[in-house]
């Protein structure tokens, strides 16, 4: 998919730096509105997300949270291989780096700011409890 958006989109040029990080970061906004999704809907996680869940779930600490070390830690790991295997710095730029310090940072605000909707796509109600408990009791 990545591919294919990069040629859809190919006929926009960004030559402004600013405007690039603009761009970037909404990217990584609508990034962290799918994360937010994804995660607390509790249905299959892409791996990057599951590995961050069960670190977080196992550690006790925030999904939010742990997905800023998570992908800090992914980041470093490709910075180590880039520079071990060729010797130079291939794929990590500035968004690589905004990404992995801000996404799971716009998670948790979004948790924090709407826990109407975080409850909503949890399927719990303002108690915590879910749908499903809420029919046993």
């Given amino acids: 998919m990545i591919d294919w958006f990069v040629k859809f989109f190919s006929f926009i040029k960004l030559s402004n730096y600013w405007v690039q990080i603009g761009i970037t970061l909404f990217s990584i906004l609508l990034l962290a509105i799918g994360v937010f999704f994804e995660v607390n809907s509790r249905t299959l996680m892409m791996a990057g997300e599951g590995i961050t869940d069960a670190l977080a779930f196992s550690k006790k600490v925030a999904f939010s949270r742990m997905k800023v070390r ?3 830690t992914m980041v470093i790991v490709a910075l180590i291989i880039s520079l071990v295997f060729s010797h130079q710095l291939i794929g990590i730029r500035e968004g690589t780096i905004f990404s992995a310090l801000l996404a799971g940072r716009c998670v948790g605000l979004i948790e924090r700011h709407f ?4 409850a909503w796509v949890r399927g719990s109600n303002e108690h915590g409890n879910s749908k499903t408990e ?3 009791q």
């Fill in 70 to 72: 998570t992908d800090i």
């Fill in 134 to 136: 809420q029919v046993l």
């Fill in 115 to 118: 826990p109407k909707l975080t």
